[in-house]
Nanobody
Framework: QVQLVEAGGGLVQAGSSLRLSCAAS????????VGWFRQAPGKEREFVVG????????YYADSVKGRFTFSTDNAKNVVYLQMNSLKPEDTAVYYC?????????????????WGQGTQVTVSS
């Protein structure tokens, strides 16, 4: 079992930055695929970024490529999502997910564990 806890959301103006964190307990992130997803009100869950445990580079959704950066702190068992140049359309609840058998990191149904989410609101 893996427990995931996100933090770092908030209300910011367009053009600002936020850094989200996702801390894992119970197991380490090693040998898990890790992904960030988001869900805006009235919309379906959307893939943001993900990485398989054996990969070296994360895979980003086109909508965030060049603005968002995924990173890890293995010593702390935490992953981060640095979000720069935020836009109002980035407003959503952001979720961290981990999967032991994830093949396609952009597919939410391939993840086993999810955090509770953290709200990001970007005002124009």
């Amino acid at each position: 079992q893996v427990q995931l806890v996100e933090a770092g959301g908030g209300l910011v103006q367009a053009g600002s930055s936020l850094r989200l964190s996702c801390a894992a307990s119970g197991r380490t992130f090693k040998q898990y695929a890790v992904g960030w997803f988001r869900q805006a009100p009235g919309k379906e869950r959307e893939f943001v970024v993900g990485i398989r445990w054996s990969a070296t580079l994360p895979y980003y959704a086109d909508s965030v490529k060049g603005r968002f950066t995924f990173s890890t702190d293995n010593a702390k068992n935490v992953v981060y999502l640095q979000m720069n140049s935020l836009k109002p359309e980035d407003t959503a609840v952001y979720y961290c997910a981990a999967g032991s058998k994830t093949e396609v990191v952009s597919r939410g149904d391939e993840y086993d564990y999810w955090g509770q989410g953290t709200q990001v609101t970007v005002s124009s």
